[in-house]
């Protein structure tokens, strides 16, 4: 019987011995930098155990051993509140230093850019395009709705949710520069500043020009005089969704469209595209020149003009430079 005792008590203090060593093996084996040579995004689905985690981050070789990561995950409960998404692990991370990574919930932030001057049908389209957003564009978007700038998401996020953040941008936009406009303006709805900005927008690229050009706009409104604007005419013929991929002919600039500000007087129905910021607080101060007309000068930019005799001789200056390059 003392033998047996004696037998149960070795045995008992080799069990001891083992699991002290495998409990120390496992948490150096824990704290150690990982195997991963340089910074990797890795995308966590929604709905995977930490068995299933692991072996994930095994394969993409940020750790070693996946049971290593599934055991402290459940010995300290961390596996309830491992968060789905996009992370990004640092050379070398540690399974611990992963553990941490994935309970912080710290994701990647994603950066889409929406430049100014883009149509609807154009913003929608780069939207779906996108890659790391989910689902479609539900919300009624027209055109003009949505605010040029640069937006954050993570790895997840709805398409409609990213759409209502640019309407609601836009609204937000038009809200704060309506309240400082300047006094007198030709127009009396922020839905006509949005209009006269997307063509300001359209018809120039320099922001040195913006004010200049919305102010020969707002003169021509004024004296009700046709705005005779070369994209309004594009927008009509396209309705946005496509380049026109030629110039513009005399036949389009007759043909009948509301859209069409060589044949109607006044502001289109609707922007023709969506304006940032600078274009719509161009149009509310704009420049106080007199000026009635511009042309393009060849150097990407445009020649003002207070008159209709001073214009052409703009007119012929363009001609002349556009004959001396072909």
């Known amino acids: 019987m003392g033998r047996v005792l004696r037998w149960l008590g070795v045995l008992f203090f080799l069990i001891i011995i083992g699991v002290s ?36 981050l095994a394969r993409h070789n940020v750790i070693k051993i996946p ?15 491992l968060q789905a998404g996009e992370f990004s692990f640092p050379k070398e991370v ?35 395009k996108t890659e790391g957003l989910s689902g479609g564009v539900v919300v009624q978007v027209k055109e003009g709705d949505l605010l040029p700038e640069t937006y954050h998401f993570t790895f997840g996020d709805r398409r409609n949710t990213l759409a ?12 704060t520069l309506w309240a400082r406009r300047s006094p007198n303006l030709p127009f009396s709805t922020k839905n006509e500043a ?7 927008e359209k018809e120039t690229g320099r922001a040195a020009e913006r004010a200049r050009v919305a102010g020969v706009f707002i003169n021509r ?3 009700n005089m046709r705005l005779q604007s070369d994209p309004t005419v594009v927008y009509g013929l396209t309705k946005g969704q496509s380049e026109l991929g030629r110039p ?14 060589y044949l109607n007087n006044g502001l289109p129905p609707s922007p023709i595209a969506n304006p940032g910021r600078a274009a719509i607080e161009a149009v509310l101060h704009p420049a106080d020149t007199g000026e009635l007309y511009f042309v393009a000068d060849g150097s990407g930019g445009h020649a003002f003009a207070r008159n209709l005799a001073e214009h052409n001789r703009n007119v012929a200056k363009l001609r002349k430079f556009q004959k001396s390059i072909k």
């Open 221 to 223: 409104l004024r004296i």
């Open 94 to 128: 540690s399974p611990r230093g992963v553990l941490e990574i994935l309970q912080n919930g710290k994701q990647v932030v994603r950066r889409l850019t929406i430049a100014e001057g883009l149509t609807t049908f154009e913003v929608l389209s780069i939207l779906k």
């Open 194 to 200: 949005a209009i006269l900005a997307s063509i300001v």
């Open 248 to 261: 513009l002919s005399r036949k389009d600039l007759k043909t009948p469209s509301r859209y069409n500000t």
């Open 67 to 81: 049971l290593i990561l599934s055991m402290a995950a459940r010995t300290i409960a961390a596996d309830k509140s």
């Open 164 to 175: 209502k953040r640019m309407q609601d941008g836009m609204a937000e936009a038009l809200d």
């Open 21 to 56: 060593g495998l409990g120390f093996w496992g948490y150096t084996e824990f704290v150690r930098p990982g195997p991963l040579a340089s910074e990797k995004i890795i995308v966590i689905p929604r709905g995977v155990g930490i068995e299933r985690i692991a072996i994930l």
